[in-house]
């Protein structure tokens, strides 16, 4: 049985990557990963404001001036609470290439230019085999366009893209007015990759204590969904791009959907940070006995059979069957 797919261009021995997250701290975790079926590993992300010596200095003076500024308390961490400084993840980069056989993808998380450029070419010469961009922008300004953000996301991909030699996957989110649009445009500006969906952390108010605070929560299965329709809507639409899903995947059952929608890897974290690297192998072998029971040979053979152009209700994707389900409901 075949389970070998190609996502950025990289041969993977099956459609299962660690998302980026703190599972790439430790090489003897890695290594865990690596035995139980990983077929490539993403870095956490190295944030903008830790790229950019400015903002670096910014940091420090909003840390020493937390005191005094209510605005610029505790809302970026303190410089020394990052887990790993930018010196200390191009260090691991190179020590987890050594360490592993499948492929490590540094990932940069930013909303501007920013220091992204220099540091993709010093993640790639560190020896990633690839760049995830996580453009996690969340404008707040009403004076500022979806055009004028798209327009600046696709600026800094260009600049990634010329500036290094290994394949660039760029992480969106589905708060675009057309992500299918948006998704085209980031094909034609030279992203080997895009990764369905980036999620966006809410913030909880404490009624008590009249604070803004951050929830981290783990994902379910069924946030899936939402990245299954879009998997299907651009499978059929991105024509040199690969296609990952990312967040909602914990069962093999999951892993299969995604393959039907389109998606050329699956990437796993909550389900690993909850169960452990373990968590894998039974994701390998669940997607094994699938094929195994529809008598599919190879991954290939039913990944994207799903999609809005080859499955049998392509409305059931679009708005049609949006008005259908609620028409359903009976009180």
């Known amino acids: 049985m075949n389970l070998e797919t190609t996502y950025l261009g990289l041969k993977l021995r099956n459609p299962l990557v660690v998302g980026a997250s703190p599972l790439g701290d430790q090489a003897e975790t ?4 690596q035995e139980a079926g990983a077929a490539a590993l993403v870095l ?3 944030f903008e404001e830790q790229i950019s010596q400015e ?3 910014l940091l420090h003076a909003v840390e020493d001036a937390a005191g005094s500024n209510p605005e610029a308390t505790s809302y970026f961490p303190a410089y020394g609470d990052y887990q790993l400084t930018p010196d200390q993840y191009l260090r691991q980069i190179g ?5 592993l056989h499948i492929p490590v993808i540094a990932s ?6 920013g220091g992204w450029t220099g540091y993709a070419r010093r993640c790639a010469e560190a020896g990633a085999d690839a760049i995830e961009l996580n453009l996690y922008e969340l404008v707040t300004d009403g004076t500022v366009s979806a055009e004028q953000t798209e327009a600046g996301m696709l600026a800094t991909v260009r600049r990634v893209v010329g ?3 290994v394949p660039v996957a760029v992480k969106i989110s589905a708060f675009h007015t057309s ?3 948006f998704a085209l445009s980031l094909e034609r500006a030279g992203a080997a990759g895009v990764v369905i969906m980036n999620r966006f952390l809410q913030p909880d108010l404490d009624i008590e204590e009249l604070e803004v605070k951050p929830r981290l929560l783990l994902s379910d299965s069924s946030e899936l969904l939402l990245r299954l329709r879009w998997l299907a809507i651009l499978s059929p639409q991105l024509q040199k791009s690969s296609l990952a899903v990312s967040g909602g995947v914990h069962t093999a059952n999951d892993v299969v959907k995604a393959i039907l929608a389109g998606a050329d890897a699956v990437q796993v974290v909550s389900a690993l940070l909850a169960r452990g690297p ?5 994701l390998v072998g669940g997607l094994e006995q699938w094929m195994a029971a529809h008598d599919y040979e190879s991954v290939a053979q039913f990944r994207g059979i799903m999609d809005l152009t080859h499955c049998p209700d392509p409305s059931a994707f679009e708005r049609a069957n949006y008005m259908k389900v609620l028409q359903s409901w009976k009180t």
């Open 55 to 57: 903002q670096q200095n």
């Open 179 to 181: 992500p299918a649009h």
């Open 163 to 165: 500036a290094v030699q």
């Open 30 to 33: 890695c290594l865990k990963l």
């Open 278 to 282: 373990a968590a894998l192998a039974g």
């Open 108 to 113: 940069l998380n930013g909303s501007g230019a």
């Open 44 to 46: 956490r992300s190295l």
């Open 95 to 99: 020590l987890l290439k050594k360490a």
